[in-house]
């Protein structure tokens, strides 16, 4: 098959060198927003009167066929096709005879590259995003329903304070939340048009890019054709985001894995998402999250990957640039993939309110806030530290949790233990205690959720302007 560029070439590429640098195989996937840039690029050219409108037309048409022939899968993409965009013209050619030719006018694969991709990558951050807003939408249901559920909080996985398990909950909702503004924000920066920037230098002929700028539903035409033929950053912003989701969902994961432990017993995976073991008949294992956890590495990968491939890149267009797909789309599968799971596993499973309950009596979480007591009688906080973990010292050589210690035996180690510290240290008063702006009572939690509800509205507004544009 002679190649569109062969005119300068003596003989065929070998077929080795074919499928080395051919990108068919995973470019495929932009057809639609190639076809997108084509049907733009034509209209265009005929309103500025590089081609006629009768010209204009035949290729609409050639476009309209192809498009429907590659949606079912009735053309063949063999690598000597060597990329999307030539795919897409040379059925054209095929289609519509000598006229064909005229599509790739004023227009260089490293614009229509950069075109492509940018319009796939805003469709992959929009459906991205409502992921995260449905990931977020079940957080808060869940975070309300258990305002008031006892779960011991750690720091160094050791047992700290009590939390509600809906302030936990709501940890992840900020997670996720500060998420979702970080890929409108690369979406909003990302939102201009490479079109026209011909193969590096801008074209010679009297084109239009504001035209199919906004007819591709970018906000403009992007400013300096150099730049717009070469820039990455828009993938590596959404990498970074990418990678930060996957943190936030592998930490969530790390949770839930030790969570659905015996020796934890606080979450109950559903059926429909664990597995079983093909040799011990009693197990239950928690696959979603141990495969998200596992998949975070992979996405990092990308990142670092297409930073790499940028960093010693001169300008303009290099084929280096032809590693950015492969990074980008393995990261967008598997991090929506990741997120589409997430959501009915979160929203399935149960939570063992006695379990975490029962978890709060080990540990002495309320040594902190017998400590607090003195300190609010005047001892300063640095002797009511220490006292208080003599106490716990006492208490866990005679096997006792302070609940269990009587007014006689507090007042053994200050005089300023009065009857009120029996109340103090029941581990419900010391979740109802932390009262502070941002902090675990229920009273705070349920205001955290009302002001989260209100904050993930305003987020699906924008994100609906979004898909209006
Ligand atoms: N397949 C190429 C890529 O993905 C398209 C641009 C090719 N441009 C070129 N000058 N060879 O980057």
């Known amino acids: 098959m002679a190649k569109m560029w062969s005119g300068r070439f003596s003989k065929e590429t070998d077929a080795k060198m074919d499928d080395f640098h051919s ?66 013209e040379h059925y054209l050619i095929q289609e519509i005879g000598e006229v064909g030719k005229k599509l790739h006018t004023a227009r260089s694969r490293n614009d229509q590259v950069a075109t492509d991709l940018r319009l796939y990558f805003k469709k992959t951050v929009l459906e991205t995003a409502q992921l995260l807003v449905e990931l977020c939408q079940v957080l808060l249901v869940r975070a309300k329903a258990e305002t008031e559920t006892l779960l011991p909080g750690y720091t160094h996985l050791q047992p700290a304070q009590p939390i509600s398990l809906g302030h936990h909950l709501l940890a992840y909702y900020e997670m996720f939340s500060r998420d979702l503004g970080r890929l409108l924000d690369c979406l909003a920066r990302a939102d201009f048009s490479p079109l026209g920037s011909g193969a590096l230098a801008g074209v010679t002929y009297p084109i239009d890019r504001e035209m199919t700028a906004k007819e591709l539903g970018f906000r403009a035409p992007a400013a300096n054709s150099l730049d717009a033929v070469s820039d990455r950053d828009f993938l590596v912003e959404f990498l970074a985001a990418a990678s930060l989701i996957m943190t936030h969902l592998s930490r ?71 590693e950015d797909k492969e990074a980008f789309f393995d990261a967008a599968d598997n991090l929506k993939a990741s997120l589409s799971i997430f959501i009915p596993l979160l929203e399935t499973m149960g939570f063992n309110r006695e379990r975490m309950f029962a978890a709060c009596a080990e540990g002495y979480l309320n040594a902190t806030d017998v400590a607090d007591y003195l300190a609010k009688k005047g001892l300063p906080f640095r002797e009511a530290h220490r006292i208080v973990g003599e106490v ?38 010391c979740l109802e205690a932390r009262q502070s702006y941002g902090g675990t009572a229920p009273r705070r939690v349920r205001e955290a959720v009302q002001e989260a509800e209100e904050r993930i509205r305003q987020i699906k507004e924008k994100l609906q302007d979004f898909l209006r544009r």
């Open 252 to 322: 969530l994961s790390e949770e839930l894995v030790l969570w659905a432990t015996p020796a934890f017993g606080f979450v109950e995976l559903d059926d429909a998402y664990s597995t079983g073991s093909s040799i011990m008949p009693q197990k239950k294992n928690p696959d979603v999250p141990e495969l998200v956890r596992g998949k975070t590495g992979r996405v990092f990968g990308s990142l670092i990957g297409l930073l790499t491939v940028l960093k010693g890149l001169p300008l303009a267009y290099n084929k280096d640039l032809q």
């Open 23 to 88: 990108s068919l195989s995973f470019d495929r996937r932009l057809y639609k927003e190639d076809i997108a840039g084509s049907r733009a690029h034509v209209r265009m050219l005929a309103k500025c009167g590089i081609i006629t409108d009768q010209e204009r037309d035949l290729i609409l048409e050639g476009l309209k066929k192809i498009e429907k022939r590659l949606d079912e899968g009735a053309l063949e993409l063999p690598p000597q096709l060597e990329d999307i965009h030539m795919a897409v």
């Open 392 to 429: 716990v010292r006492q208490a866990t050589f005679s096997g006792k949790k302070l609940e269990d210690l009587t007014l006689e035996e507090w007042q053994e180690f200050s005089d300023l233990f009065e009857a009120d510290i029996l109340q103090v240290v029941e581990i419900r008063a």
